[in-house]
């Protein structure tokens, strides 16, 4: 049975992956400095899974108890999330977002050298691309200059990965994700925003159930058919089972390069009024908004060309985008 490390396992991407990996049989450990996350987490993946995987509360900064776990563990891979994701606080407190989302990964790279552990997967971002002069955007798009600190630590780190894998031949894959939502199908785990969220769709549920008072749409004025701004909105298992695929290319030695990435989205736009009314028709709940003032930093629009991991990673979305928004709505219920 493979051993597989989850940094950041007990995060929202990080526990499905981690219930997806146990699913497909890999044996799995996971470390969380819990400062986005809560233990709580843990017990439900177990619930899901009937398997406890091992846990480390480590915060990855600290260079010695990464060497220390290294030494006491045998690891046959890494899927890396643990890193902090808050795009206009990154602005506020850009060293800390590089401290932890950089120093976190040469860390880990590190000890994996040191050790000939191979197979490495680094939760990227479609910010990379900014916005694309081609939708949808394939990988072949180029990166642009990062609209913020915590973008720059996503392409900083695909970066690092590269000039790594080049020079100590190890192997990694990049997925550079789209719009994360939903929540597992069990509503034993989903997304918890600790404060305030700042993405749309737990603004959206938090809205319904009446925690926020009104959302604000973020403009209307973009050129797209109903003024509002567009993204691939893609369901969470689905995501979690790409690194599943991907994982398993690495494992198989069916990579064409030491390091690949891919694009993970569903290949269609959402506008922002579009996913308001998909989520009032499935949910039957009616929703107070407000047309405001764009976002500073925000693109018109941004969708995936998923040729790539359909046909490379052998991996598609099976979710619909409605589920999606119902299994958000389920989890909210669930949390208020
Ligand atoms: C944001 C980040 C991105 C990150 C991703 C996942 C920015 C500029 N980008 O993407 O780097 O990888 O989250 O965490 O923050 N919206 C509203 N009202 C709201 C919230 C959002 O209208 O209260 C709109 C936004 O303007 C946007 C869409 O909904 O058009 C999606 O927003 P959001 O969920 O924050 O994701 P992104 O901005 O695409």
Redesign the pocket.
């Known amino acids: 049975m493979k051993k597989i490390l989850v940094t950041g396992g007990l995060g929202f991407i990080g526990s499905h992956v981690v219930v997806e990996l146990q699913n497909s049989g890999f044996e799995v450990v996971i470390i969380d400095d819990l400062s986005n996350s809560k233990i709580d987490v843990l017990e439900q993946i177990t619930k899901i899974s009937n398997i406890k995987p091992d846990f480390y509360q480590i915060d990855l900064r600290d260079k010695k108890a990464v060497r220390s776990f290294f030494n006491d563990s045998t690891i046959d891979g890494v899927i890396h999330f643990a890193a902090f994701?808050a795009?206009?606080e990154s602005v506020q407190k850009p060293l800390d977002y590089y401290e932890n989302n950089i120093n976190a990964l040469v860390y880990l790279l590190q000890e994996m050298k040191n050790r000939n552990i191979d197979h490495f997967i680094f939760s990227s971002?479609?910010?990379v691309y900014g916005q694309a002069d081609e939708l949808p955007i394939t990988e072949d798009a180029p990166v642009k200059i990062a609209?913020?600190p915590?973008?720059n630590t996503k392409q900083i780190g695909e970066e690092i990965i590269k000039d790594s894998c080049k020079a100590y031949n190890m192997n990694a894959i990049a997925l550079r994700?789209f719009?994360?939502i939903g929540a597992h199908k069990s509503v034993k785990i989903g997304e918890l925003p600790l404060s305030i969220p700042?993405?749309?769709?737990p603004?959206i549920t938090q809205t319904a159930a009446g925690i926020r008072e009104e959302?604000?749409?973020?403009?209307d004025d973009y050129p797209t058919p109903d003024g509002?701004?567009i993204?691939d909105y893609i369901h969470v298992v689905d995501l979690a089972k790409a690194h599943v695929k991907a994982l398993q290319r690495l494992l198989d030695k069916q990579n064409k390069e030491n390091f690949e990435f891919f694009n993970v989205g569903t290949g269609k736009g959402s506008s922002?009024m579009e996913i308001i009314h998909s989520f009032e028709n499935v949910t039957q709940q009616s929703l107070n908004y407000k047309i405001a003032e764009r976002?500073k930093?925000?693109i018109t629009a941004?969708y995936a060309d998923t040729t790539k991991a359909n046909e490379v990673l052998g991996w598609k979305p099976e979710e619909t985008l409605e589920e999606a928004l119902l299994s958000a709505w389920k989890w909210q219920q669930k949390q208020s």
């Open positions: 994701k795009v206009g971002s479609c910010t609209e913020s915590y973008g994700y719009n994360p700042q993405n749309l769709i603004f959302l604000a749409v973020f403009g509002t701004a993204r922002v976002r930093g925000d941004a």
